[in-house]
């Protein structure tokens, strides 16, 4: 038996969920119009998890495009949004797709996310 073995990183999903669903899981630190407000029409929350925790949301409009993603702080730079953006899109890129966010990133974290899939900060509108 190999004793040195690391067990498996658990899994990045993402789902569509209800707004109780959202409350509940407390993921929501910014963007509430987006979850909860006037914003909920532009499209659908997804809950994302690690494994069976959850440790973010996001927002699709009702076109596909990604409008908000926001990951709870002591989980960012672990590749969960990355994750979750090649999940969307595939192998492309956002810019290859003509998709861009639509909100502005709260934080210079949100600046280099967007980075990895060549979108500058001048681009996200």
Known sequence: MNRDKKPAKPKVSYRAC???ELE????VTEFHDNAFGDCKA??????IKLGKKPV???????????NVIEI?????QQ?????????????????EREIAL???????????LLAKFGIEPYEVY
């Open 102 to 112: 639509t909100e502005s990133p709260c934080s210079d974290l949100g600046v280099k």
């Open 72 to 76: 709870l702080p002591e989980f960012q």
């Open 18 to 20: 209800t707004e109780q």
């Open 24 to 27: 509940k899981a407390k993921v």
């Open 56 to 66: 973010g949301w996001l927002q699709l409009t009702f076109d596909g495009y990604l």
């Open 42 to 47: 532009h499209g659908d929350p997804h809950i």
């Open 79 to 95: 590749g969960i949004g990355t994750s979750v953006i090649k999940q969307l899109y595939g192998k492309y890129t956002v810019l």
